[in-house]
């Protein structure tokens, strides 16, 4: 059989088999596809099934959490953890709580989980999980309730040798918090299964900027490739949450200037550029809508989402050199791409995971747009979580600096990792396929040598 029918003999089976499932398709499609030279070149992967069984996670949990409201009515949300592949290390990945959320979200995420942390050098397998509970306009206390309630399944199913979840969308330090008492409570022991705790109780400095220190220190290596640099840059940053914070902070430590953030109500642009402290009152203190920020800069223009371009984000057409979409998956479709080629973008950076929709993602290659793939641009959380498992071990303290010295060289080695691995294969310049061809080589050649486990 050729490379390309195995291809896609595995790709019919998996919407076969994973039915409405359209976002983990969409994920497996592209990682399967962007592997072909390496297929071509090595015939094991076919030998041991490896595309067949990578495609399947090792266990799925899903359960019912009940908890209780503020007017004691009981209240039924669906939990999930994909344990997706443990052949490089435990399972490793964040927790989304979003109404969004169903299996084939968390499927996809945990897949692309495993190459990420795969690429990230260091031993950690991939795993994803979370609920439709939706955080928005409840009560601390109801926070709080749901956090307890889903935490006494996930406890039988997690460990620190085992599987360490941590944040996602609708997952921060405050749920975090609530979540790691209740294990605590149920299990009587204190240890580091999540990561992203706060730094009073095992967390570590810098995790909490990560992914957004990260997504910039790849651009910045992505950019000093072709000759160029962050500095002077102007910046659309799409979210308002974790990582688009730190995404618009450490754009201007790097003298670039950010002009956007949104969430799903709407898109900020701000010419003279975001209000960084005004952000983080608004997002991370007040738990706001973005709309209160035109209230106390008035100069900022405030797009609501019902006045987007259709099937479009605002973000994306303001004249800008670099974008970072750092909100959700399918942010960024075809007419966003074609608007930011047409001002002149030289480079989209993920710091999402999959915002980018496959035919924009085609066009922006065939307009050499420089393109940063999420499992090589966001990586930096993860790597960081992986400190953080490390200092625990350990019972160790780094400082900030310390923590994020080793970040910039993670995020280094991923560039230049995604970028020989392209080269080498004949793709140059290609950092999706580089990315995935590099992150799935470690997991499926440690599965061959593990045998039919
Ligand atoms: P947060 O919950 O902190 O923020 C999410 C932001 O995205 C909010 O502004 C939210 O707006 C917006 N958003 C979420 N869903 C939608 C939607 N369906 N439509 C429009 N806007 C939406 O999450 P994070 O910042 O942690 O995560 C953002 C992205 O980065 C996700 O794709 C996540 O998987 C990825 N990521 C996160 C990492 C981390 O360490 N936290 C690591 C690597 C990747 P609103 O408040 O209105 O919902
Ligand atoms: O998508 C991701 O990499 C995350 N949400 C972070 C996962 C983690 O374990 O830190």
Redesign the pocket.
């Known amino acids: 059989m050729s490379v390309r029918d195995y291809i896609e003999k595995v790709l019919s089976q998996t919407a076969k088999n994973s039915p409405g499932q359209k976002e983990f398709y969409q994920a497996t499609e592209e990682v399967l596809h962007s592997l072909k030279p390496l297929l071509e070149r090595d015939d094991r992967y076919d030998k041991y099934n490896i595309l067949e069984r990578i495609v399947v996670p090792e266990r799925i949990i899903i359960f019912r959490v009940n908890w209780v409201d503020d007017s004691g009515k009981i209240q039924t949300n669906i939990g999930y953890r994909v344990q997706f592949n443990s052949a490089i290390g435990p399972y490793k990945g964040?927790l989304?709580f979003?109404p969004?959320v169903n299996l084939g979200i968390i499927k996809f995420?945990g897949f692309e989980q495993i190459f990420k942390n795969s690429l990230t050098g260091l031993n950690i397998g991939g795993g994803k999980g979370g609920s439709n509970f939706d955080p928005?306009g409840k009560s601390e206390n109801e926070v709080m309730r749901f956090c307890q309630a889903f935490m006494i399944e996930l406890s039988r199913h997690i460990g620190e040798r085992r599987d360490v979840p941590?944040?996602?969308?609708?997952?921060?330090g405050r749920e975090l918090g609530y979540m790691f008492g209740q294990y605590k409570k149920l299990t009587g022991k204190f240890e580091g299964i999540l990561t992203?705790k706060g730094v009073n109780w095992g967390g570590s400095l810098g995790r909490k900027e990560?992914?957004g220190f990260g997504s910039v220190y790849f651009a910045e290596h992505a950019l000093n490739k072709y000759g160029d640099t962050l500095k002077g840059k102007t910046c659309a940053v799409?979210?308002?949450?974790?990582?688009?914070?730190y995404t618009i902070q450490k754009l201007y430590d790097m003298d670039a200037l950010p002009v956007t953030?949104?969430?799903?109500?709407g898109t900020i642009y701000h010419k003279e550029g975001i209000d960084l402290e005004l952000l983080k009152g608004i997002?991370e203190i007040g738990r706001k809508?973005?709309s209160e920020y035109i209230k106390l800069r008035p100069d900022a223009k405030y797009i609501p989402?019902s006045k987007y371009p259709k099937d479009g984000h605002a973000c994306w057409h303001v004249k800008c050199d670099c974008a970072f979409p750092?909100?959700?998956?399918n942010?960024l479709t075809l007419i966003d791409a074609k608007a930011l080629a047409k001002n002149g973008c030289k480079l989209v950076n993920e710091?999402?995971?999959?915002?980018t929709t496959p035919d924009a993602y085609k066009y922006l290659k065939e307009h050499k747009v420089i393109f940063g793939p999420?499992k090589a641009a966001?990586?930096g959380?993860?790597a960081t979580?992986q400190l953080e498992m490390s200092q625990n071990a350990s019972m160790a303290n780094w400082s900030f600096a310390e923590v994020d010295a080793k970040l910039h060289k993670i995020m280094k080695n991923i560039f230049d990792t995604s970028y020989e691995t392209a080269k080498e294969y004949g793709c140059d310049g290609d950092l999706l396929a580089g990315a995935n061809i590099a992150g799935f080589k470690k997991v499926a050649d440690s599965m061959i040598d593990q045998g039919s486990v």
């Open positions: 964040g989304r979003h969004s995420l928005k941590a944040g996602d969308i609708g997952v921060g992203g990560a992914t799409s979210g308002s949450g974790n990582v688009a914070i953030c949104s969430d799903s109500d997002k809508r973005l989402a750092s909100a959700t998956q942010e710091g999402a995971n999959m915002p999420a966001n990586a959380g993860v979580s």
